[in-house]
């Protein structure tokens, strides 16, 4: 059994914490918003995500997990803290605390609370410790930049104690499932640390175990990250020039995936999240010059949220009887069936519509209340008088809803962007559907 001190109580924090803790090690979790202790110390959980609530609370009445407000001296210390990008605070709460990054013009990594979670182990570190970073960072962090940190206590990264580098690769909405089933890669500054990491994963991963470097482990995250990106901005492009084209990208997609080498992901609204719509841009960081794909995919998608508001445009004006015209927009959340609004572009077309002088009146029944002013309670208040309504997040919910329930919906203009609502269906009711990607039935 060890002592393992977890900094950060978030997405990948709180359940790795649970995780050690419910396979016998004894565990403090770390995070300084006074806001998540107290929900967490009333059995209650933050982070909307299933099976968390009764792992999280297992954990706490057995004893083997405590939550504090700062960290105390242990075997262990994994650092799960966020690392946006500058200038895009994490919900603007850091965990853990932070240090000040210097602001530039490109789209960066802020490392100010993975430094703020490091300085904060500082006084605790003892010898024969591990220390293990599981933020996604820049390549080169680990070595380069909490080693370093580390070595302020004056031993030896690699010699008195270890230092591994072991992304989190879960998907949100089956963390839990995954962290425990997926395989892990563990890089250490040296092949010691990653030994005794992987030693410790041992306690819960039934997934294979690979070690490496350091530095291989952190591209092989971004890699990974990017991958999905790039793949999600073909799809992307695909279905602009569909809409072009007059030919519905989502059959096009369909029969071209049933080649047994091509698997092309979906367009939608474009790309949120806290990983994907994040990590590519730490490679690009590392090199602007050799990058072009990478940054231009990024650009891709996050263009996306700006063509949805022309679909909107489209078939409906701003103004178009005097009064606002008032759009409904489902789902605020960054995908299906989640809680996690960073970063979404559901935030980002809302937005964009209501600076073109639209009435939103936007719903999402896993978002907590007054993430956006022009949020409503339920989904009739959303509809009501609405002449457009946007899906923007394809949550189960919305997947199963039928014309006979938008009652309040003045208008009869439908704008699907995750193709989550059956057209034929809507438009014998008498709806004017638009599908982001379907140029097919276009007048
Ligand atoms: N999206 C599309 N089309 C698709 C798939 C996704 O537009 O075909 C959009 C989603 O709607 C969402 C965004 O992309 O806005 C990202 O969603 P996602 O489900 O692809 O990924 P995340 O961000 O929830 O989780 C990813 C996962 N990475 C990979 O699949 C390679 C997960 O395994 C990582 O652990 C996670 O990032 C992370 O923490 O890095």
Redesign the pocket.
Known sequence: MKKICVLGLGY?GLPTASLFATHGHQVVGVDVRPRVLETLNHGSVHIEEPGLKTIVQAALRSGNLVVRPVPEPADVFIIAVPTPLVGRPDEGESPIGNCDDQETDLQQASLSFVCGAAESILPHLSRGCLVVLES?SPPGTTARLVAPLLERSGLRAGIDFRLAYC???????RILE?LVRNNRIIGGIEPQSAEEACELYRAFVEGEIFTTDALTAEMV?LM??T??DV??AL??EFARLAEQLGLDVWQAIDLANRHPRVRI????P????????V?PWFIAEAAPDLTPLIQTARRVNDAMPRHVVELVRGACPPSAAGARTVVACLGLS???D?DDVRE??ALAVIDLLESQGYAVQAYDPHVRPGTRSCQVGSLDSALDGAAVVVILTDHADFRRLRPEQFVGARGAVLVDTRNALGRDLWEASGWHVIRLGDGSARD
């Not at 992304?167 to 909405?173: A, K, M």
């Not at 992901?265 to 939608?268: A, R, V, W």
């Open positions: 990948i996604t992304p989190e690769r879960v998907l949100p909405g995954e995250k990974e990250n991958f999905r793949n999600i799809a992307n992901l979906k367009p939608g474009g790309v949120g999240g806290h990983c994907i719509a990590d960054y995908k299906a989640v979404s572009p």
